[in-house]
């Protein structure tokens, strides 16, 4: 069985009203790194991961789970 990251970025994001371009000056990536992230096409380093759940007050296991591929 395979397993996938799904992501709650934009979940945590949006309750705090903050757009895509203000989390990624945050975090100092590319927009497009975070839309990326969003739409599950792209696995964060472990350093982004921490900075992204730091920036979003949330704990890293919040922001990102495993899924089981059937």
């Known amino acids: 069985m395979a397993e996938k990251i799904t992501t709650y970025i934009k979940d945590y994001r949006k309750q705090i009203k ?8 945050r975090v100092g990536v590319r927009r ?4 990326r992230l969003e739409k599950g096409l792209y696995n964060p380093s472990l ?24």
């Open 18 to 25: 903050m757009s895509q371009t203000e989390l990624a000056r």
């Open 32 to 35: 497009e790194t975070i839309g």
């Open 47 to 70: 350093k982004l991961a921490l900075d992204i759940s730091r920036v979003l007050r949330a704990k890293v296991e919040d922001l990102f789970k495993f899924k089981t591929l059937a």
